[in-house]
Nanobody, 123 residues
Framework: QVQLVESGGGLVQAGGSLRLSCAASGRPISTYTMGWFRQAPGKEREFVGIISWSGGTTNIADSVKGRFTISRDNAKNTVYLQMNSLKPEDTAVYYC????????????????WGQGTQVTVSS
């Protein structure tokens, strides 16, 4: 089992930045694909970004490309989501997820999920 805990969310003005962290425990995540997803009120959960176990492959959703960056530090068992130039439409609960297989943006393929952290962007 892998336990995931997200942190770093909060209230920020449009144009601001936040860095989310996802701390894993239970097992080393060095062999896991890690993903970030988000869910806005009244909407389905959607893909934001994914990173392969080595960090060599990343994929970012078109809606946040150029503004968000995903990275990982396997030595710290932690994954990050750097969010810049935030917009009100980025407001959502952000979730971290893990799977022990190839990278995929499909959230139903992920085995372990965190509880989420709220990000609110004011206009």
């Amino acid at each position: 089992q892998v336990q995931l805990v997200e942190s770093g969310g909060g209230l920020v003005q449009a144009g601001g930045s936040l860095r989310l962290s996802c701390a894993a425990s239970g097992r080393p995540i060095s062999t896991y694909t890690m993903g970030w997803f988000r869910q806005a009120p009244g909407k389905e959960r959607e893909f934001v970004g994914i990173i392969s176990w080595s960090g060599g492959t990343t994929n970012i959703a078109d809606s946040v490309k150029g503004r968000f960056t995903i990275s990982r530090d396997n030595a710290k068992n932690t994954v990050y989501l750097q969010m810049n130039s935030l917009k009100p439409e980025d407001t959502a609960v952000y979730y971290c997820a893990a799977r022990s297989d190839y990278v995929t943006p499909h959230l139903d393929k992920y085995d372990f999920w965190g509880q989420g952290t709220q990000v609110t962007v004011s206009s």
